[in-house]
């Protein structure tokens, strides 16, 4: 007959087990998270598509669409007719 003790130290163990991989894979999410975050800023903000990288200040459109890939980028005002490319 397994010992009281035995049962108690494997169930302290598995629950430590889960709890380290639950922070792990917690924390590979937020990293994960805040790089697609950075990146899609960082194109954003040199008037790229956040999912193709194709160059939207010369699309000179007022859709939020890209005309290369179809994504929606949250800043139409990077492209709009008009306005000057940076740099």
């Known amino acids: 007959m397994v010992e009281a003790r035995v049962v108690?130290?494997?169930?302290?163990?598995?629950?430590?087990?889960l709890t380290v991989a639950g922070i792990v894979v917690f924390s590979f999410r937020r990293l994960r998270d805040?790089?697609?975050t950075r990146r899609d800023l960082?194109?954003?903000?040199?008037?790229?598509c956040s999912h193709c990288g194709y160059d939207l200040r010369e699309?000179?459109?007022?859709?939020?669409?890209?005309?290369?890939?179809?994504?929606?980028?949250?800043n139409p005002a990077v492209y709009r007719q008009g306005e000057e490319s940076p740099g």
């Open 8 to 17: 108690a130290t494997f169930l302290m163990s598995a629950i430590t087990l």
């Open 34 to 36: 805040t790089w697609r």
């Open 42 to 48: 960082r194109l954003r903000e040199a008037g790229l």
């Open 59 to 74: 699309h000179g459109s007022d859709s939020a669409r890209c005309p290369e890939c179809g994504g929606i980028n949250l």
